[in-house]
């Protein structure tokens, strides 16, 4: 659980005797706790006591102290306002929650209570990592979730997951089975978690969670989680919209407790969230962290975007895509249909590359309208909020113009495309035009800057502005006209900071506006020793209104954008629509143009038990070789199986580097994409729908835990064999290998029988145990295969290339050779592998008791042999008169397969 807040919310030091400012810092402190108190003093906020020693830590900057408190020092730090938003976004980085309290009357106000008074401050908002809204502290191109945990128990025990990213005001729900929440809290992969306080300390007690989500954890009041207190806040936050019968009570609880946090955090702001959505768990393929965090979808499992799949292929290019895309690939979909209707609209798209273009170009340009709707009805919107809402409409409108021109009798536009360019279609045009005259070309962030009305939107406005910022042309004008009424041409209209703005004349022409002449209109104000000053109840006028002009006209533009914001607001459903169709329509373009660049193909999905993938590539791997002019080997995978017994078990043996582990991450990785609703890396590829895919390839420990690499292993394997479906996807690379050998060989043997008889699944089972093997003259569905390597002098060349049998041999020694080990330890190990293999199954104790011991053997190195060019050796034996043509292409397949091999090494 998070301990940051724990550590903010030492209880408030007694007060004693205090400053009055003090004593307000400690009532506000101490309805806040577990939060660093960003307290308002002027242009700084000023933190106190502990918070401050938290927070000069965290950021890394000077605390000093002010005054004392019981006879000490109060420790102190602060940050300017105008640089908060930095700070803040370094303190959420690093797990804290801040309180901004902020002064909520004017100081004159203070002032008439008594010169002691203080200013009355309070807290405005309470920001937590879950809670954020704006863009620059939010994560770019991914969703930003809240997460609500809820658990009651009735008979079985459940849970409920409720969860909003409320920068764009999304809300769903789901119900849980105790076996998958970690999976599932995995899946969405909040930035804060929120659970009444007994069950987050039984999760944290039970390692239900790993580590990095438990620090997320926040324990709240168990009364927050009362699930018909749920109802009712689920009627007041959405009336006439939302029936809470129709969700369980652990969804009900948890919902309640979302929307009450959210609440709880944006103060007076309101809560801007959509009406909750149910997510059936059963409704996306189920994969588990392990798998997510071995496959690498989002992040590598060094924790970086860059290498992992998402940024292989994400070619989306707005932000509202980019998120859409990743909760696409977190939660690929089983219903053959909805992925199918996906597909069509892939298919269409990348047949007409112009129209990816135009529509790619169009949405570039779309900015992103749910997160600027969110600030606005939180009221933390400015002007460019409403400029960005106002160009996105009229990019929607655009787009469906566009997609409305491509249709054609041999193109109709498939039905998820159609629907998109309806709800593009109706985009209110008339807010667009409205905010268009409105709004100025360069718009300020915050209203309250003033100068985002463009001129002749308002006459009022307009005068004003001139007012102020044309003063000298308005004074100008009035000096030549009292220049005409007098005669006098050296009559000037001056300004100072006492007079103000006066009319001055010569002293020997100052009679002739003191004698009543014009009506009284001048009234003297100064005589000089060469000069007399007057006003004029223009004058004054004229001088009060440019005083008030710049007031007056902020006062107009405040007015204006309010007005503009219901305006906007009004139209929130239709705009989320808008937001939601943009989105959808990023992804279908940016994977349609994946498929064009990289030679994708549409896969064939349905509900049969079929895996059959032709010439599939990993598309990380072939991302990263074409970055270096190489070309990926391709390889077919074939797990169908026969009739309704259930999926093929592919036995792959083969070298350590020989590429059995991308072979099998990559068919993973094709399934996910297809069932997300993507081409993928493959000349062809029928995949009957995937439940759930379990992935145990790679090696890792869990010190934290007190588990072992071997442990870890285990753990994940019994998960797989307990929940694999005949439905699922498996693959299991090196099972046993963490323990004795004959013991590894037993479990390993045990699994591969459990897959085949029990589960029944589509799986790929990459070993060293080449025993294993012999399991396909027993086991109908056990099919070997393995990775084809050359021997040249000594050395293996790997050919990446996967075909039917087993390997008889491991080529470890060789592979150690490649990796730099001495040359003594190469030459002592061939020694005593000849040894054991000579021996046959003799125990291996026994088998090496005669070998001499190391430090005997001959202390001169033994050179390695030196190393041709397998390329260079096979155009010296290859015979091409003897060449059928067939036999020529393929020995040039071969000879280009040696060459990236040799390169390899």
């Known amino acids: 659980m998070d301990t940051s807040a724990q550590q903010a919310a030492s209880p408030a030091p007694q007060t004693g005797a205090l400053t009055p400012m003090m004593a307000q810092y400690f009532e506000i402190k101490g309805v806040n706790p577990g939060y660093l108190l960003f307290y308002r003093m002027g242009d700084f906020y000023e933190l106190f006591f502990e918070d401050a020693e938290i927070a000069a830590q965290a950021l890394g900057i000077t605390l000093t102290k002010r005054g004392k408190h019981q006879g000490e020092d109060i420790p102190m730090c602060g940050v300017p306002v105008h640089a908060a938003q930095d700070y803040l976004k370094r303190l959420i980085g690093l797990g804290h929650r801040v309180a901004v309290c902020e002064q909520v009357e004017d100081p004159a106000e203070a002032r008439k209570r008594g010169s002691k008074s203080v200013v009355r401050r309070d807290v405005v908002r309470l920001v937590t990592p879950g809670t954020l809204t704006e863009d620059d502290l939010l994560p770019r191109g991914g969703n930003n979730f809240l997460l609500a945990i809820a658990r009651i128990r009735h008979g079985d025990e459940g849970f409920a997951l409720a969860w909003t990213d409320i920068s764009t005001g999304e809300m769903l729900v789901t119900d849980c089975a105790p076996e998958a929440l970690s999976d599932e809290i995995g899946r969405i992969d909040p930035a804060e978690m929120i659970a009444p306080a007994p069950l987050a300390d039984d999760l944290a007690a039970e390692r239900a969670l790993p580590p990095d989500l438990i620090s997320r954890l926040l324990a709240r009041d168990p009364d927050h989680f009362d699930s018909e207190t749920g109802a009712q806040t689920l009627r007041d936050a959405f009336p006439g919209a939302v029936d809470p019968t129709a969700f369980s009570r652990p969804a009900r609880a948890a919902l309640g407790a979302l929307i009450s946090y959210v609440a709880e955090t944006q103060k007076a702001s309101g809560v801007a969230l959509r009406p909750p959505l149910f997510q059936h768990g059963a409704a996306h393929m189920r994969i588990d962290m392990a798998t997510r965090a071995s496959l690498e979808l989002l992040v590598t499992q060094r924790g970086e975007t860059k290498g992992a799949l998402r940024d292989a292929i994400d070619m989306t290019v707005t932000q509202a895509g980019a998120r859409a895309f990743a909760q696409r690939l977190a939660a690929p979909l089983v219903d053959a249909e909805a992925i199918n209707g996906r597909l069509d609209m892939v298919e269409r798209l990348a047949g007409d590359t112009e129209l990816i273009a135009n529509l790619r170009a169009a949405l570039k340009s779309a900015p992103d309208i749910a997160r600027a709707l969110t600030r606005l009805h939180l009221d933390r919107g400015g002007p460019r909020d409403l400029s960005a809402i106002g160009r996105a409409i009229a990019q929607a409108r655009t787009i469906a113009a566009t997609l409305s021109a491509s249709v054609t009798d041999l193109a109709p536009l498939p039905q998820g495309l159609t629907g998109i360019a309806e709800t593009l279609d109706g985009a209110p045009q008339d807010i667009a035009d409205e905010l268009a005259r409105a709004l100025a070309d360069e718009v300020p962030l915050f209203a309250r800057d003033g100068g985002f009305v463009a001129t002749g939107y308002d006459a ?273 690379d090196e099972i046993g290998r963490g323990t004795a050998t004959f013991d590894g060989l037993s479990i390993a043997w045990a699994c591969v029988e459990a897959l085949h008889e029990t589960t029944g699944c589509r799986a790929l089972f990459a070993t060293h145990y080449h025993e294993l093997t012999a399991l396909s003259q027993t086991l109908s569905r056990v099919s070997n295969h393995t990775m084809k390597v050359r021997e040249y002098q000594g050395d293996v060349v790997f050919l990446h290339e996967v075909g039917p049998g087993a390997a008889d041999r491991s080529y470890g020694i060789q592979v150690a050779r490649l990796a730099g080990l001495p040359a003594p330890v190469i030459a002592r190990a061939k020694n005593v592998l000849e040894t054991l293999e000579n021996k046959g199954t003799v125990n291996p104790a026994t088998a090496l008791g005669d070998l001499p011991l190391f430090a005997q053997t001959p202390a001169t190195p033994i050179s390695p042999q030196p190393r041709d060019n397998p390329v260079l050796a096979m155009i010296e034996t290859a015979r091409p008169d003897e060449m059928t043509p067939r036999e020529a292409l393929e020995w040039i397949y071969e000879l280009k397969k040696a060459r990236h091999a040799d390169g390899d090494r």
């Not at 000349?683 to 934290?704: E, L, N, P, T, W």
């Open 460 to 732: 009022d406005l307009d005068t004003q502005r001139q007012l102020g910022s044309e003063s000298r042309k308005v004074i100008a004008q009035l000096q030549a006209e009292l220049i005409a009424l007098t005669d006098l041409k050296s009559l000037k209209i001056k300004h100072n900071n006492v007079l103000g703005f006066f009319v001055e004349v010569p002293a020997s022409h100052g009679g002739k506006l003191m004698n009543g002449a014009h009506d009284n209109r001048f009234i003297h104000r100064q005589t000089l020793a060469n000069a007399m000053r007057f006003t004029t109840s223009e004058l004054a006028d004229l001088e009060g209104r440019i005083a008030r002009a710049n007031d007056i006209a902020l006062g107009i533009e405040t007015k204006i954008f309010a007005r503009l914001r219901e305006t906007v607001l009004a139209r929130s459903p239709l705009l989320q629509a808008v937001a939601d169709a943009l989105a959808a329509l990023d992804v279908s373009t940016a994977l349609a143009l994946l498929a064009v660049e990289r030679g994708y193909a549409r896969p064939k999905i349905d509900t049969s038990m079929a895996f059959e993938i032709e010439a599939g590539r990993h598309p990380v791997v072939e991302r990263t070789l074409a970055r270096e002019g190489k070309s990926f080997v391709a390889n077919d995978c074939a797990l169908s199986g026969d009739g309704d017994e259930g999926g093929q078990l592919w036995l792959v043996t083969g070298p350590n580097m020989g590429g059995k582990s991308t072979f099998l991450r990559q068919n993973a990785l094709i399934a996910i994409l297809a069932q997300m609703g993507a081409f993928v890396p493959a000349r062809s590829a029928h995949i009957g729908v995937v439940d759930r895919v379990f992935s145990r390839v790679g090696a890792s420990d869990d010190i934290a835990s007190g588990r072992s690499t071997f442990m870890v292993e285990m753990v994940e394997t019994a998960a797989i064999l307990d929940r694999a479906t005949r439905r699922s996807l498996v693959i299991l």
